[in-house]
């Protein structure tokens, strides 16, 4: 789960872009491929995971 509670970012998940900002969050399954991307600005991203 990827929360942004400041600024803007970018998750890649499985090569597809999802654009997020402050409010936003994202459910990416365990198997997935992804990266993150936040913007210059000081973007502030909580990111919490479980099995």
């Not at 890649?12 to 365990?30: C, K």
Request: no cysteine; net charge negative; aromatic share 4%.
């Amino acid at each position: 789960m990827y929360v942004l509670l400041h600024g803007e970012a970018t998750l890649t998940v499985d090569g597809d872009l999802v654009d997020f900002g402050p409010g936003d969050a994202v459910r990416v399954d365990s198997g997935s491929i992804r990266g993150l991307t936040v913007s210059a600005d000081g973007s502030k991203v909580v990111i919490a995971g479980a099995p």
